[in-house]
């Protein structure tokens, strides 16, 4: 199933009536002039997104996605440049500006013991999500899916984007 969001026209928000803790953001970077933001709400990944310039009546506007893992989350990393998530350009010249990123998060596979690094120093997790950035919208696949545990620092191959 993939889930397709709209900053054109719309703002999405969700309520609830339980108590919420304060959120802890992971890393905050921007692609296609769009900001993305990688966040725990009670425990569960969200990734918060704005566009940076406007589209539609409404602006701006702030949306965000509950993403297919718990806490804690970022995104995989260039293996040489650690403070720049990693992105993949299916096409060379893409008319569509598409950037596949990929976020690692939730907890670790009990039956290995967990690596960490900096971005995840309790421990990486063993769930991945693909999101695509396009130029106004971002799509994030669902569901997520589980691997060997990864941190964000274990880079990824292109095969992992494409999947």
Same mark, same amino acid.
């Given at each position: &199933?993939?889930?397709i $969001?709209?900053?054109?026209? +719309?703002?999405l928000?969700?309520?609830?009536?339980?108590? *919420?803790q304060?959120?802890?953001?992971? $890393?905050?970077?921007?692609?296609? !002039? &769009?900001? *993305?933001t *990688?966040?725990n709400?009670?425990? /569960?990944?969200?990734l918060?997104?704005?566009?940076? /310039? @406007?589209?539609?009546? @409404?602006?701006?506007?702030q949306?965000?996605?509950?993403?297919d893992?718990?806490? =804690?989350?970022?995104?995989?990393r260039?293996?040489?440049?650690l403070?720049? =998530?990693?992105t993949? #350009?299916?096409?060379?010249? !893409?008319p569509? %500006?598409? %950037?596949i990123m *990929?976020? $690692?998060g939730? #907890?670790?596979?009990? +039956?290995f013991?967990?690596?960490?690094? /900096?971005? &995840? =120093?309790?421990?990486?997790g063993s769930? &991945?999500?693909?999101?695509?950035?396009?130029?106004?919208?971002?799509?994030?696949d669902?569901?997520?899916?589980?691997?060997?545990? /990864?941190?964000?620092?274990?880079?990824?191959?292109?095969? +992992?984007?494409?999947?």
């Open positions: &199933m993939t889930f $969001v709209s900053c054109r026209n +719309e703002q928000s969700e309520t609830t009536s339980e108590t *919420l304060p959120s802890e953001v992971y $890393v905050t970077t921007i692609v296609n !002039d &769009m900001e *993305l *990688l966040r709400e009670n425990g /569960r990944c969200v918060a997104y704005k566009p940076k /310039r @406007q589209y539609g009546p @409404q602006g701006f506007g949306n965000t996605v509950h993403l893992m718990e806490a =804690p989350c970022n995104f995989i260039v293996s040489n440049v403070d720049e =998530p990693r993949y #350009s299916p096409i060379k010249n !893409d569509f %500006k598409r %950037k *990929l976020i $690692v939730g #907890s670790p596979d009990p +039956e013991p967990p690596p960490s690094d /900096r971005f &995840m =120093p309790n421990g990486c769930w &991945m999500q693909k999101i695509t950035v396009f130029e106004h919208i971002v799509r994030v669902f569901p997520a899916f589980s691997g060997p545990n /990864r941190c964000p620092t274990s880079g990824a191959d292109e095969v +992992e984007f494409a999947t």
